[in-house]
């Protein structure tokens, strides 16, 4: 008798196609994986036909293919990100989500629990985390190569269109939040933030945060007005700094061996050696997507796991009350 049974295994239902979610697509393309789509909008389908994806996967309403799906990717507005996850892990398909993995941590702390009940994986779209720079730092970080973290500075900036579903924090803010807790291993006590809404719009379009990870201070410029696209990050260690520039494809990672030395009673600023660090030139979404695939295969946690999520979710709640108080915020409850 022929088996008519539907094998759900390598098959990704893509739920938005739109401003991030056609990235998403092209790298799924590249992956081989059996790829469906789901989209409201008719256009953003034709694209996806015109870059290859068959017409009988393709459709405005997701629910269609849930049943023959492993897993599902959500690039959706992020107010649709906690009913679409819990749609999915209720019907057993492991989920990737992009960030913010929810607009609340309570929401976000349900699909973390929602996830361990259903031994499902859960990974959210923190990207940073991804990028051979990153882990380079978290290496010389780790082993101590930098001497002790004083301070990190972060500038995610750069004159674009505004998201229409959060604000710059919950929006571009949040990339560095996590990469911060990623890189120290821990989440800051408490925050600081100034917030302004220069369009009126209702939502944050500039911003400028303080977080304190127990002395370790990390500060977050971000904005949709600078005329100058900014994706950097520098680390400030007791012996060496270390500079990340994620816009460029060379020289993205500079180390500076400076030192301040006290010598006669006097300090002085000694410049070291300036070292930069090559990496091979693979996109960082690809990087994500196929951990996420090998998380399917090997059920390992992802690196960016829904506890993360929540984790940069929390942190954000905080620098939005810390916004509205006009006062340092303790994580957890008011400063």
Known sequence: ????????????????????????LRTWLTLGVNLYVADAGEKILNRCREMGVPADRLSNNHREFLPRVEAVDICTPAETHYPLCCEAMDLGKDVFVEKPMTLTHRDSEDLVKRAHEKKRILQVGHIFRY???SQFAKKLIDARLIGDVKWLRGNFSGFKRPRSDSGVTMADAIHFVDLFNYLLGRLPTSVNAHLLDVLGRGMDDNAWLWLDYEGVFGTIEVGYFSPLKKREVLIVGAEKSVVIDYTVQQDKVKIHANQ??????????????????????????????RAFLSSLRTRAAPLADGSCGAHAVRVVEAIFESNRLGRPVRLGGEG
Do not use: Y
């Open 1 to 24: 008798m022929k088996n008519n049974t539907h094998s759900t295994q390598n098959c990704i239902l893509l739920i938005g196609a739109g401003r991030w979610g056609i990235n998403h």
């Open 131 to 133: 990028e051979p720079p």
């Open 260 to 289: 301040h030395r006290r010598e006669n009673g006097e300090w002085k600023a000694i410049e070291g050696e300036v070292h930069t660090t090559e990496f091979d030139p693979e996109e960082p979404l690809l990087i994500e997507l």
